[in-house]
Nanobody
Framework: QVHLVESGGGLVQAGGSLRLSCTASGRAFSNYAMGWFRQAPGKERQFVAAINWSSDSTNYADAVKGRFTINRGNAKNTMYLQMNSLKPEDTAVYYC?????????????????WGKGTLVTVSS
């Protein structure tokens, strides 16, 4: 079992920045890609960004390209999402997930483990 814990959410004004963190613990895991999803009230969970095991490839949803940056720590059990130029439409609960899938096919129904989420609220 892999336990994922997100942190870093909060309230920020439009145009501001936040940095989310995700830390994995539990059984050792390898060759897992890690990524972020988000779910706004009344909407389906959607892909945000993913990074592969070796941290040399990333993938982003079109809505966040150029504003969000995903990376992993050297220990590979930590992951970050730097969110800049935030917009009110970025408001959602952000979830960390891991899965043995291509980062270009990183779907919510294919993830092996999930965190409980952290709320990001962007005010206009």
């Amino acid at each position: 079992q892999v336990h994922l814990v997100e942190s870093g959410g909060g309230l920020v004004q439009a145009g501001g920045s936040l940095r989310l963190s995700c830390t994995a613990s539990g059984r050792a895991f390898s060759n897992y890609a890690m990524g972020w999803f988000r779910q706004a009230p009344g909407k389906e969970r959607q892909f945000v960004a993913a990074i592969n095991w070796s941290s040399d490839s990333t993938n982003y949803a079109d809505a966040v390209k150029g504003r969000f940056t995903i990376n992993r720590g050297n220990a590979k059990n930590t992951m970050y999402l730097q969110m800049n130029s935030l917009k009110p439409e970025d408001t959602a609960v952000y979830y960390c997930a891991v899965g043995r899938r291509s980062i270009y096919d990183f779907r919510s129904d294919g993830m092996d483990y999930w965190g409980k989420g952290t709320l990001v609220t962007v005010s206009s």
